[in-house]
């Protein structure tokens, strides 16, 4: 029997700045409560949130919501045609003021003590106004978020990103422009999707392409042994490739194949191809012939994430473009439940004492910007262990 020597036993972490960019960041941020709430405050809410697509609220007064590390959001159109987005927060005694995902207000009234917010977010109306002397209207409208529309897309934020989203996208612009998104219109619903494994895990997940040829063989046979490429960009990671076609593929990937008829708006070489685009922090594109959707990773503890996402297209009546992207749907529904099980896998090993922090290979692009990103916001993540509790509020 082979014994093995404590010493190479232990937790490995690097121990020092530099040696820390072969390495992913320590098991323990992935768990850890007071990560999430440093997270929450360095990143979250310095980060662009993205709320819906401009067709989602195509008149005035409708409104749609998306609730991110506590912040209740509401992008509402107004009478002047403008989107803003707003704290769904009554400036009173800070009631929630809509529920629900989405809907169509001619005004915003607070349920618990009836003030009134035009669709601009001014204060307009109160009872017994005559009991607050020294109120000024005006000062107490609702608190406004920065917004910014990129191809038809609603992102919002609580407080200024250091760049627009037109600028991290800037890179992928030329290559994005002829799928034409902002002329997408929804089709399905948002769906929300609960996963037992940190936000960071499940970005890493997305981002990582040398679990393709192990963990998909679906996405295996859709892009053949060198098709799937993987870029790692500023604020932008950009994956997948062209599809190919295997004498082993399954019934659906070969009808979707067969049947995604020809899409006049794109290119020659975009008929057959599937793109992925990670935003910093957490929310990603995956671009299709016949549709795109987005993946948003909203943390709800330390160990759950939300996985919010909903489909767009194109309107095209077409039974073959109907039929393939049902097909997309199966074949990506397949893909959705491995990853639910690797991530598990992983973020029930993150929390084992034996696991201090794992190596990342040159290939590894995606993975390394991104850890290195994160311990220059968050440069606790260069410990070997925690700091003290409560470190996350500080």
Known sequence: MQLINPENAAPHFARNDSGQDDFGLPGWAYHDQDALEAERRRIFLKSWQLVCHVSDIPESGDWQSLLVMGESIVAIRGDDGRV?????????????????????????????????????????????????????????????????????????????????????????????????????????????????????????????????????????????????????????????????EAPDESPSER??????????????????????????????????????????????GPNETMIREIAYAIPDSRREMRAARYLNWRINRQVSFEDSNLVERVQAGMASASFGQGPLGKSEVCLRRFAKRMRSIVPEMLEAQPPAPGWGRL
Not at 218 to 235: I, S
């Open 255 to 300: 009808t979707y194949r067969q049947l995604l008829p020809h899409v006049d708006h794109l290119p020659a070489d975009r008929q057959r191809v599937w793109f992925y685009y990670k935003l910093w922090p957490n929310t990603a594109f995956d671009i299709y012939p016949d549709q795109m959707d987005f993946m948003q990773l909203l943390p709800v």
């Open 84 to 244: 803003r987005a707003f704290a769904n927060v009554c400036r009173h005694r800070g009631a929630r003021i809509v529920d629900g995902h989405s809907g169509c207000a001619r005004k915003l009234v607070c349920p618990y003590h009836a003030w009134v917010y035009e669709l601009d977010g001014r204060l307009s109306g109160l009872p017994m106004r005559g009991d607050y002397p020294a109120l000024a209207p005006q000062e107490h409208s609702l608190v406004e978020y920065t917004v910014e529309i990129w191809r038809g897309f609603v992102f919002a934020a609580v407080e200024r990103p250091p760049v627009s989203v037109a600028e991290m996208m800037a890179p992928h612009e030329e290559e994005i422009a002829p799928y034409r998104l902002e002329d997408m219109r929804a089709i399905g619903r948002v769906t929300t999707r609960p996963r037992p494994a940190n936000w960071k895990n499940i970005s890493d997940n997305y981002s990582d392409g040398l679990h393709i040829p192990v963990a998909h063989p679906g996405l295996k046979r859709l892009f053949g042994a060198k098709n799937y490429g993987v870029q790692a960009g500023e604020w932008v990671d950009r994956l997948g490739g062209p599809l190919v």
